[in-house]
């Protein structure tokens, strides 16, 4: 047995109605044609839906049915809705895993927009290192990644966003502050160097003997931050990384490089993305260039 969608909303509407004609008006149809419609109804089913011609009562079995019917009507309808609205990005989920600087510096007037246009999109922003970043979107644990590749990955899709140049992050009061110039390596030698997950992806072969001498590793920016503060030594950031309204901490630039992190927006190669991913990837091309000038007015 056949049984249609539209068998189903005949019956509702014409049930609902009590005529033919007033139920072929709001159905858009002709009379004949839900006449038509409902006789082949009935044939499916074996039985009557109503007990005379005026379609003004149920019979038992049209009852069932017709109870039967609004419930499925009322899901599918919904469905249909949520549908419709899935296509055009009203509706959906979309999980991102990002870096802290990016997220703390440069995704909350991303985030503002984009909620503001789409207030029944649900979004969920998890901030880790890019080695979490990686593997979250790997593992099918988010949707979108915006983290640094230092190599290509033919599991990803990337899309860069922007190059973010380091600099050396010291105390405020810290001697390299009054040199006048550029840090240059020679000036690291006898600093108490702290490597973090971002400075370990540089290649320089020069600070690489100088990071290989350290005894300190700090993958969280903040705590890394809080130890420079102290005065526990130095450490090698990008720009962006480093919240520039901190009077105790001073970032000095590098003359040796240029030492620069890719920033990308990646997402799982050979997946069609969802189309809230597609217009966050679309927002984030678009307003990042014009918010990191808030942070970086000479364009590092």
Known sequence: MAIKIAHLRTLSVV???GNIKDAAARLGRTPSAVSMALKQFEDELGGSLFEADRK?????LGRFILNQANDALANYDRSVAAIQAYSKNEIGRL???????VAARLLPEIIRSFVAELPRVELEIQDMDSAAVL???RQGQVDLGIASLDKSDPFFEVEELFSDH????????????????AVRWEDLRGERLIANGLSMTLRDSTYRALEADSQLTVRNVWSLLALVKCGLGVTL???????LEDPALKVLELGEGPLRRQVTVLRR????????ALLFTKKLAQEIPILRQCYHPNGH
Do not use: I, M, Y
Not at 95 to 101: I, L, M, Y
Not at 269 to 276: D, L
């Open 237 to 243: 950031l990008p720009h962006l990384s480093v919240p």
């Open 135 to 137: 593997r979250s979107l």
């Open 95 to 101: 999980v991102v895993a990002c870096v802290p600087s």
């Open 166 to 181: 380091f600099g050396v992050v010291v105390p405020a009061g810290h001697s390299l502050v009054g040199l006048g110039r």
């Open 269 to 276: 190669a050979g997946e069609t993305p969802s189309p809230v």
């Open 15 to 17: 049930s609902s109605c």
């Open 56 to 60: 003004t009562s149920l019979t038992p």
